[in-house]
């Protein structure tokens, strides 16, 4: 047994050896590609003003050196970099900045992701430390206690002015509306369901934008209603031609009274999660591809044909099910009044869902409590980062068309209006 466990350190530690040697050699090519990049930056900036002289023909423009060297935190560790000092003798000099590597940089951006992550995942100010250890390296530097202090109060302040921010230049042709639950307990709000109300807009051109985050409750009307005046109060005032989201959302009554000539469309993705909810595990597959069958037909009228076939098959033993399913019918089917283009986007509310699924509250509270507005600009913060990869809409060309107000038949635009437009 003994010699088992020396064989066992034995290769861990070699193990460990190759990782820290492999590790060291990925970031020291890091490092030189980096270098590299600035170097030639640098030369071309210097080049691009090399016309410009002295009455006795010296350049005006030149290298001096190198600034002070500085480590940057990304994530395989931390990278030294020296910058070089360009020297700039003009009477009207103008410092060089890099836009590789910016004056004040000493983190890669994308691991300011990491710290509302972090956050929303229950990790309390004063364990960031270790826990950004454990992800980027025992080298860490640069991410105190204090620092993400700091950088909690930035971001709260980036927050308030963007929840104020004006829409009146705006124009959104679809809204997804959800109410959205992390592992952090609010403040002294113990028993009551507090969540985050979340609302992604498609603009004129087809990008995908956070347009609002507020905490309230999920099915009430009046947090709904709250977050909605809001928008209207910030310019907003024609709403979406359609907005997507769950059956139980508080968000369509509050709909119906601040922007009453917005569609409906009900997500199929909650949709049939709530249905196969109402069956046995053992139906459930089969069940599913009915469904599927259901809201992925080519024409309306085949899907109600399928959802039809669907009731009878399972209408008496599974009534439930199928009364979750009927009840909505009305508001299922909505997406078939717009370009068949854009079904695969506005048939459920999946840009929310896959935006905060890694955060989303899946294990109980967490102990310590998060204050209204540190997490609410946490998910502001994780939305701004996600929305970077947000895709534009398919046939985004046709969102004009749809904004004018044609109305689609089973996908496809009336030709009259067609050659209209």
């Avoid at 809204?175 to 992604?200: P, T």
Wanted: a positive charge; glycine letters at 6%.
């Amino acid at each position: 047994m003994e010699k088992n466990e020396l064989k066992q350190e034995k290769k861990q530690a070699q193990d460990d050896s190759a990782r820290s040697l492999l590790e060291e050699i990925i970031r020291e090519g890091a490092r030189k590609l980096l270098q590299a990049a600035i170097e030639k930056e640098v030369a071309e900036h210097i080049e691009n003003l090399s016309a410009i002289t002295d009455a006795e023909g010296r350049r005006m423009v030149v290298r001096n050196g190198f600034v002070p060297e500085r480590s940057i935190l990304t994530g395989i560790g931390p990278i030294a970099i020296k910058q070089p000092r360009v020297r700039d003798r003009r009477e009207k000099k103008e410092t060089f900045t890099s836009s590789i590597l910016p004056r004040y940089l000493r983190r890669v951006p994308s691991l300011d992701n990491l710290i509302p992550t972090l956050y929303l995942k229950g990790i309390s100010t004063g364990d960031f430390a270790e826990a950004l250890k454990a992800i980027l390296g025992e080298n860490v530097r640069g991410l105190s206690a204090n620092t993400i202090v700091r950088l909690k109060r930035q971001w709260e302040d980036e927050y308030k002015a963007w929840s104020k921010s004006s829409l009146a230049e705006k124009r959104y042709v679809y809204f997804w509306a959800d109410g959205i639950y992390f592992n952090v307990r609010l403040e002294d709000i113990e028993n009551k369901r507090q969540c985050m109300l979340v609302i992604i807009g498609a603009q004129e051109d087809g990008t995908k934008e956070l347009i609002a985050v507020l905490d309230g409750y999920r099915e009430s009307k009046l947090s709904w209603s709250e977050l909605l005046s809001d928008l209207k109060q910030r310019g907003l005032d024609s709403g979406p031609k359609l907005a997507i989201g769950d059956g139980c959302l508080g968000f369509w009554a509050a709909l119906r009274e601040i922007y009453p000539d917005t569609q409906q469309q009900r997500c199929w993705v909650h949709k049939t999660a709530n249905i196969l909810d109402k069956m046995p595990k053992s139906v459930q597959p089969k069940a599913k591809e009915k469904i599927h069958d259901i809201y992925l037909a080519p024409t309306k009228e085949q899907a109600l044909v399928a959802l039809n076939s669907f009731v009878s098959l399972y209408g008496k033993k599974f009534p439930g099910a199928c009364e979750c399913l009927t009840k909505d019918t009305e508001v299922l089917f909505s997406f078939y009044n717009f370009p068949a283009e854009h079904w695969i986007h506005i048939r459920s509310t999946n840009v929310i869902e896959s935006t905060f699924a890694t955060v989303r509250l899946r294990t109980e509270k967490t102990k310590g409590c998060g204050t209204r507005l540190a997490t609410l600009t946490m998910v502001f913060k994780l939305g701004l980062e996600a929305q970077k990869t947000w895709k534009r809409i398919k046939g985004y060309r046709l969102i004009p068309q749809v904004l004018q107000g044609i109305t689609c038949i089973d996908g496809e635009i009336p030709e009259e209006k067609e050659q209209v437009a």
